[in-house]
């Protein structure tokens, strides 16, 4: 048990490391745009560069892993993010930032599916939900945290003293996953097919599987808020439409983070306990769309914002169950796989639906309270959708009592 909480440690805490990496640039815009000449939608690309390889990664971190196992992978990748940041950090050519923005992007892009692959090949089944909720909540906490601590120390530090010193971090998960992490006993210890027949087998399964299809997509639209509110336009919508202070609007729309960490972990542990995931996510998406419906529609004070705001966040949690749905349906050597194409869309959601509320704000004259209808829309039509995916759990993630043994 010592070394599946020991992986269990190294894997979040290597997705806590990403997930303040890849929000860093956004801490302090102007200085770093300033630093290396560029505009401000120069800026955006160069942050952006980071999505480029990370979400198409997606689909070969699912299938390596599931072939060769998460050890590697997990120190490779740690180093690659880390190495990336350091870069950033060291350079004033914008060329050698872009490169070191594309490395932590490629580095990053196996620290969440890694850190599912290890929960559910060292725990057993009825402990996924919870634990893979808690890996979620460590990368919602470095959100919030990255958001002020960090600003702070760049304000004192300069960004790039802080950067360097996130990338060291970085390093200390590489040097940890080195001397601490050992492989799990999983399918991919005794996987006989070629390297191509695998890729073949594997995309056939999860890509032929029609509930696979329906979880991403009840997990991309239940995920849309996070990415589209408050990673993007809350805090803008605040603002106008209920006349908040910039920080003060901050503050509010980082309630969502909070409440997202606490309910990822707590869907996870009810979940569990029951041993039931569908009507929790059917719930959880109804709740979080009326949260959101309250907030945007209904004036209250900022305080009852904040409340609602990490209500939202709280239900939004129970996202996290879609990967476990989505895995339970399938054999144990394609979980990595399907974990990794379930985020893929979840993430891919992100890509389309922040321009898509940004165009249709300009289309309403500015006005965001209307385009943020597509908010609650997306929660309320993945509670739709998710009544008709039927509840199957495969043998292979039945419990015989035993956690998994290193091999
Ligand atoms: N919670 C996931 C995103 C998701 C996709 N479908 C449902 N939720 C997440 O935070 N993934 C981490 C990442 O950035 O890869």
């Known amino acids: 048990m010592r070394a599946a909480w020991i992986a269990f440690v190294i894997g979040s805490s290597f997705f806590l490391f990403e997930f303040v990496a890849r929000i860093e640039p956004s801490l302090d815009t102007a200085t770093i745009a300033h630093f290396f000449g560029l505009t401000d939608s ?23 892993l599931d072939r060769l196992g998460a050890r590697t992978f997990v120190i490779g990748g740690s180093l690659c993010c880390a190495a990336g940041v350091l870069l ?19 580095g990053a892009s196996f620290a969440f599916v890694s850190a599912l692959w290890l929960v559910n090949h060292w725990f057993a ?27 702070d120390f760049i304000e004192t530090a300069g960004w790039r003293l802080v950067f360097a010193a996130t990338g060291l971090l970085g390093l200390g998960i590489f040097a940890a996953a080195l001397l601490f992490l050992r492989e ?16 073949r087998q594997s995309l056939a399964t999860v890509l032929g599987d029609g509930r696979i299809w329906a979880l991403s997509v009840v997990g991309m639209l239940f995920y849309m808020p996070v990415n589209v509110y408050a990673g993007l336009w809350g805090t803008t919508e605040l603002v106008h ?8 609007a ?95 869309i979840g993430i891919a959601g992100a890509l389309i ?14 006005n965001f309270a209307l385009a943020l209808a597509t908010v609650p829309a997306c929660t309320g039509l993945a509670a739709l959708i998710v009544l008709f995916v039927p509840e199957y759990r495969h043998p292979d993630h039945v419990s015989d009592g035993s956690e998994a043994p290193a091999s």
Do not use: C
């Open 88 to 106: 950033f950090a060291a350079t004033n050519v914008v060329g050698i930032a872009a490169a070191g923005r594309l490395l932590t992007g490629f």
């Open 250 to 344: 901050e503050t509010i729309v980082s309630m969502v983070f909070w409440g997202m960490a606490l309910g990822s972990i707590a869907g996870g542990w009810i979940s569990d306990l029951l041993g039931h995931r569908k009507y929790l996510v059917l719930g959880g998406a109804v709740l979080t769309g009326l949260a959101y419906l309250a907030v945007l529609y209904v004036q209250v004070s900022a305080f009852t914002e904040g409340a609602l705001l990490l209500a939202a966040g709280f239900f939004g949690g129970f996202q996290m169950l879609t990967f476990a749905m989505a895995k339970e349906g399938l054999a144990n050597d394609v979980v990595g796989t399907a974990v990794a194409f379930v985020n893929m």
């Open 184 to 199: 799990p006993t999983s399918p991919a210890s005794d996987a006989e097919t070629g390297a191509v027949e695998h890729v």
């Open 241 to 248: 439409d209920h006349h908040r202070s910039q920080i003060a």
């Open 125 to 151: 089944p009825e402990r996924f939900a919870l634990l893979s909720g808690a890996v979620n909540a460590m990368g919602m906490v470095g959100a919030a945290i990255g958001a002020v601590l960090l600003s």
């Open 353 to 366: 639906f922040q321009p898509l509320v940004g165009y249709l704000a300009d289309a309403a004259g500015g």
């Open 42 to 64: 120069g800026f955006g690309t160069l942050s952006s560069l980071f999505f480029w390889i990370y979400a198409p990664m997606q689909i070969v971190v699912g299938l390596v």
